[in-house]
Nanobody
Framework: QVQLVESGGGLVQAGGSLKLSCAAS????????MAWFRQAPGKATEFVAA????????YYADSVQGRVTISRENAKATVYLQMNSLKVEDTAVYYC???????????????????WGQGTQVTVSS
């Protein structure tokens, strides 16, 4: 069975940094595109960042562009999200997702991802 397990969330002050990790198992990790989505209370799921299976193609939401970096280590079957200059509005549950789509335009679409982690809470205080 496929399992995605996020870690690294927590409480941080505005302007601080966090690095989230997502460890995958039960799949051939290098075949999968990976992404991070988030959901704040009362809001819809929002795309944050995605990285193609080759690792060279990355995509970011406008709201986080310049503040976050997505990366992956295929040998460890792990994807990361480095977040800097955090804002209160970044507070949300962050989810890791995996899919085998080969269409770059679909990487930002949550409905296209087959596998999801349980989420990790990120809370940014003022």
């Amino acid at each position: 069975q496929v399992q995605l397990v996020e870690s690294g969330g927590g409480l941080v002050q505005a302007g601080g940094s966090l690095k989230l990790s997502c460890a995958a198992s039960g799949l051939t990790f290098s075949w999968y595109n990976m992404a991070w989505f988030r959901q704040a209370p009362g809001k819809a799921t929002e795309f944050v960042a995605a990285i193609g299976w080759r690792g060279g193609s990355t995509y970011y939401a406008d709201s986080v562009q310049g503040r976050v970096t997505i990366s992956r280590e295929n040998a460890k079957a792990t994807v990361y999200l480095q977040m800097n200059s955090l804002k209160v509005e970044d507070t949300a549950v962050y989810y890791c997702a995996a899919d085998r789509t080969t269409a770059p335009a679909l990487l930002i679409t949550d409905g296209e991802y087959k596998y999801w982690g349980q989420g990790t809470q990120v809370t940014v205080s003022s």
